[in-house]
């Protein structure tokens, strides 16, 4: 048993490291003599024990809020961070060397995640305070750094760092000294060291006095230039010009200077390529967020006046609100979400910063689906009947709560040319091709983008269950059914992909299976398939792995084929989701050629017409990459990057196009640092940024994504970090009175943020798409190009923040009113 020696604390102190010293006895003695005798024994013992010498490493990495290194001592490497370094230090010349009280003041520094815990614990678990507590270390600045994805501008030739002092003449008067910072062919770039008088569009003239060595001007040496943009950054103005030319390109020797001049100097001098290092950075984010978006991007076409949805965006993450949205016989029905009275509501909300709530709900009769929907808006007018409708929605199992965003669309948005400036390789220009004649017949039709995200959660749900519905108006109820479509209208819908290592098209199919896995039959559908691959979800969990041979038998496609046998067919698994339900299959052959094969190709041979393609971008080539671009340009929903450091793992990127982001204001004024954001409101709770980090830990790329909820609180009043943010995860508030009074009192403070949080493991970037970029900045600064590569490998998840304020509010707003009946 372990003796806790924490009330003694003083006198370890007082005496570390002095056990072998001559008054240790004697001075010991004088400070323990109110001790009892067995106390003093056992004291003195662990004073001795502190002073042992101590051979073991210490790695903190993944276990301190804190950037950890290597530490050389006494020819041992240790990994601490600059907190540990100075306590070990200091533990090392009270002890006199590295022993065990240097190794436990090491483990227990106050950025220990495990020291933070406790504190917390404890804090939670007494409810009184006795004394006050000693100031502990505590974070409150969680730094990160924006990028938004797209439009990425392709520059029309390369710039060349290069730092000479010129002469700017802005008008008659005397020139003002500047100095350039890179050039080009035909455009400069130079710096004032003051505010000057200058603008936009103004011409003005330049005299390269540190060029006169290098190029005999003669008569002509000033330019004129047009000024094409301003910066000031830290006090100095930066001045981005493009050359006005008089006279015609070949009689200009100036230009035909440079261009020898650049191109023999480029590698002294190095080429910039912030703007190719800005677009491969964002473009690589971008790689890993569309593909795990958790929201689906509606396109509306418009025909004459005629608003309905064309496009939907699919991925794994949103595939459920695509398939929600589908009658028994798979039409789509977002025709029923996106009404064209409820898209002028949803264009209207959005100018006043809002989203539009749809409850909505399914009902069955006689094998077909009938679907219910209303949205805050249309509940507004009844209230009485608002509650009855929201509880008899919610006593359905299939009651859905969607909010709905409008986006603008921008048909330019559809380009994405790689920031080469002209030097993109023959083999790589396919990955440079501009949206061709067809696709942009087709986005012509196109108007704007509804975003659908489903925020429904198993304690909202239960929130709305308790509403009564009874003696609900059955009259008003079936105003908000939708009549059946007698046509489908065609909604497509287009897979987000970047990196498809499909060899063959996949095709949609469900029909059942059999699965014998070594004598165990399973049973379950198939999803899609291909010549040469299956893809099934077994009704149970199975013990199957990666690489184990499987006889599939199909029952239901044996009934329609005689010259088949499908009986006991050999595939090879591929890939197992966590839940071991979902189960990727290929075909195994061993001597013979595989019936499965043949019979598959022979069905997709006379059914091509009826079968649906996996991915919508086979059958209109670059459709699926314009849409990809002009949502990835548009989005608006704030992402997080998880990203590896060591063992363990940090957040340091945010990424959205939303410029007028409500959180994101708050965390730019909650930061130390210019240009970057504060994450703290985010990351403060311990218990939830463990959680994240637990469930990523387990999480495998085709896993579904995690969601929880946030509840947040800020007083901008308040200039103490930790007193102004208060957040707390969904299960801390564990009630609807304590969810209420969190609300009322982050009202009466300040700012409430009720906030969405979806975390996702994400798949690997697909490196052929970014490589000419990464090869390009690799060829003027390798350095810089290994370290944007590790960072690109480095992004292990991603979490989409989602404000769902609006819906916590009508929810709190709604616990008013019945407190106010009751």
């Known amino acids: 048993m372990t003796k806790d020696f924490s009330k003694y604390q003083a006198i370890i102190d007082e005496f570390r490291g002095r056990v072998l010293s001559n008054d240790f006895e004697a001075e010991f003695s004088i400070a323990t003599k109110s001790i009892l005798k067995t106390e003093r024994f056992l004291l003195k013992m662990e004073l001795k024990r502190l002073a042992n010498p101590c051979t073991r490493l210490i790695d903190l990495r993944g276990h301190v809020d804190g950037e950890c290194r290597a530490f050389e001592h006494e020819n041992r490497t240790h990994y601490l961070?600059?907190?540990?370094?100075?306590?070990?230090?200091?533990?090392?010349?009270?002890?006199?060397?590295?022993?065990?009280?240097?190794?436990?003041?090491?483990?227990?520094?106050?950025?220990?995640?495990?020291?933070?815990?406790?504190?917390?614990?404890?804090?939670?678990?007494?409810?009184?305070?006795?004394?006050?507590?000693?100031?502990?270390?505590?974070?409150?600045?969680?730094?990160?750094?924006?990028?938004?994805?797209?439009?990425?501008?392709?520059?029309?030739?390369?710039?060349?760092?290069?730092?000479?002092?010129?002469?700017?003449?802005?008008?008659?008067?005397?020139?003002?000294?500047a100095t350039s910072s890179d050039i080009s062919i035909n455009g400069c770039k130079f710096r004032f060291n003051k505010i000057e008088n200058i603008k936009v569009r103004q011409l003005i003239n330049i005299r390269f006095t540190g060029l006169e060595d290098d190029f005999e001007f003669g008569n002509e040496d000033q330019f004129t230039y047009e000024v094409r943009n301003i910066q000031i950054i830290d006090g100095l103005q930066l001045v981005g010009l493009s050359r006005v030319y008089s006279s015609s390109e070949n009689k200009d020797g100036?230009?035909?200077?440079?261009?020898?001049?650049?191109?023999?100097?480029?590698?002294?001098?190095?080429?910039?390529?912030?703007?190719?290092?800005?677009?491969?950075?964002?473009?690589?984010?971008?790689?890993?967020?569309?593909?795990?978006?958790?929201?689906?991007?509606?396109?509306?076409?418009?025909?004459?006046?005629k608003i309905s949805p064309?496009?939907?965006?699919?991925?794994?993450?949103?595939?459920?609100?695509f398939q929600y949205w589908q009658d028994e016989k798979r039409q789509s029905t977002l025709s029923y979400l996106v009404t064209p009275d409820r898209f002028l509501r949803i264009k209207k909300a959005s100018m006043l910063g809002?989203?539009?709530?749809?409850?909505?709900?399914?009902?069955?009769?006689?094998?077909?689906?009938?679907?219910?929907?209303?949205?805050?808006?249309?509940?507004?007018?009844?209230?009485?009947?608002?509650?009855?409708?929201?509880?008899?929605?919610?006593?359905?199992?299939?009651?859905?709560?969607?909010?709905?965003?409008?986006?603008?669309?921008?048909?330019?948005?559809?380009?994405?040319?790689?920031?080469?400036?002209?030097?993109?390789?023959?083999?790589?220009?396919?990955?440079?091709?501009?949206?061709?004649?067809?696709?942009?017949?087709?986005?012509?039709?196109?108007?704007s983008i509804i975003t659908a995200k489903s925020i429904t959660d198993k304690d909202i749900i239960a929130f709305y269950q308790n509403l009564s519905f009874e003696n609900i108006n059955t009259s008003k109820l079936k105003n908000f059914g939708h009549k059946r479509l007698l046509d489908g209208q065609s909604v497509d819908d287009v897979g987000i992909n970047y990196n498809n290592q499909r060899q063959e098209p996949r095709f949609k199919y469900k029909t059942g299976v059999e699965v014998d896995a070594e004598g165990v039959i399973s049973t379950g559908i198939s999803h899609d398939f291909s010549t040469s691959g299956l893809k099934i979800e077994l009704e149970k969990s199975s013990l199957l792995v990666k690489g184990n041979?499987?006889?599939?038998?199909?029952?239901?496609?044996?009934?329609?084929?005689?010259?088949?046998?499908?009986?006991?067919?050999?595939?090879?698994?591929?890939?197992?989701?966590?839940?071991?339900?979902?189960?990727?299959?290929?075909?195994?052959?061993?001597?013979?050629?595989?019936?499965?094969?043949?019979?598959?190709?022979?069905?997709?041979?006379?059914?091509?017409?009826?079968?649906?393609?996996?991915?919508?971008?086979?059958?209109?080539?670059?459709?699926a990459k314009a849409l990809r671009n002009i949502y990835s340009g548009s989005l608006k929903t704030v992402a997080l990057m998880i990203q590896t450091s060591g063992s363990r793992y940090k957040i340091e990127t945010i990424t959205t196009n939303d410029k007028n982001s409500r959180l994101l204001s708050y965390c730019k004024q909650l930061s130390d640092r210019n240009q970057q954001f504060n994450l703290y409101p985010l990351l403060n709770n311990l218990q939830a940024t463990s959680l994240m980090n637990t469930t990523l830990k387990k999480m495998q790329a085709d896993d579904s994504p995690v969601s929880d909820i946030l509840y947040v609180s800020i007083n901008p009043e308040n200039e103490m970090i930790d007193q102004a943010v208060t957040t707390k995860l969904d299960s801390e508030l564990r009630s609807d009175t304590l969810k209420k009074m969190f609300i009322k009192n982050a009202l009466k403070r300040g700012e409430f943020f009720c906030l969405q949080v979806v975390v996702s493991r994400t798949d690997e970037p697909d490196m052929q798409y970014l490589n000419p970029e990464l090869s390009y900045i690799s060829s003027y600064a390798i350095h810089r190009g290994k370290q944007l590569e590790q960072d690109i490998w480095s992004v292990s998840g991603i979490v989409q923040i989602f404000d769902i304020t609006q819906e916590a509010i009508f929810r709190y707003q709604l616990m008013n009113e019945k407190a106010a009946k009751d």
């Open 254 to 305: 100036f230009r035909q200077f440079l261009k020898g001049f650049i191109q023999g100097n480029k590698r002294r001098y190095k080429i910039n390529l912030d703007n190719t290092i800005n677009a491969l950075q964002s473009r690589s984010f971008e790689q890993f967020t569309l593909p795990k978006s958790n929201e689906l991007p509606i396109f509306i076409e418009d025909i004459q006046g």
């Open 549 to 623: 041979i499987v006889n599939i038998t199909f029952p239901q496609l044996q009934k329609i084929t005689s010259s088949f046998d499908l009986k006991s067919l050999p595939y090879e698994v591929m890939r197992v989701n966590r839940s071991k339900t979902v189960i990727n299959l290929r075909v195994f052959v061993e001597k013979h050629q595989h019936i499965g094969r043949a019979f598959f190709k022979a069905l997709i041979q006379k059914n091509r017409e009826k079968l649906t393609p996996d991915e919508y971008a086979m059958l209109s080539p670059g459709l």
């Open 81 to 177: 961070d600059d907190i540990a370094i100075k306590v070990f230090d200091d533990a090392c010349n009270d002890y006199n060397g590295y022993t065990f009280g240097v190794y436990e003041a090491v483990m227990n520094t106050e950025n220990n995640f495990r020291v933070i815990y406790q504190k917390e614990k404890n804090q939670t678990s007494s409810p009184t305070i006795v004394k006050k507590p000693k100031k502990v270390f505590e974070k409150t600045q969680y730094p990160a750094q924006l990028y938004s994805f797209g439009p990425y501008f392709n520059r029309s030739e390369e710039r060349m760092n290069f730092a000479i002092p010129i002469q700017i003449y802005l008008n008659e008067e005397q020139p003002i000294e």
């Open 354 to 447: 809002k989203s539009v709530l749809v409850y909505s709900f399914i009902h069955i009769s006689q094998g077909k689906m009938y679907f219910y929907t209303a949205d805050n808006i249309q509940l507004d007018d009844d209230l009485e009947f608002m509650q009855k409708f929201l509880g008899f929605a919610a006593s359905k199992e299939s009651f859905s709560i969607t909010q709905l965003n409008f986006l603008e669309l921008d048909n330019e948005l559809a380009d994405s040319p790689l920031t080469l400036a002209n030097t993109l390789a023959k083999k790589d220009e396919y990955l440079n091709m501009v949206t061709s004649e067809d696709v942009k017949d087709t986005l012509s039709k196109l108007t």
């Open 310 to 321: 064309r496009f939907a965006l699919t991925s794994h993450n949103n595939q459920n609100i």
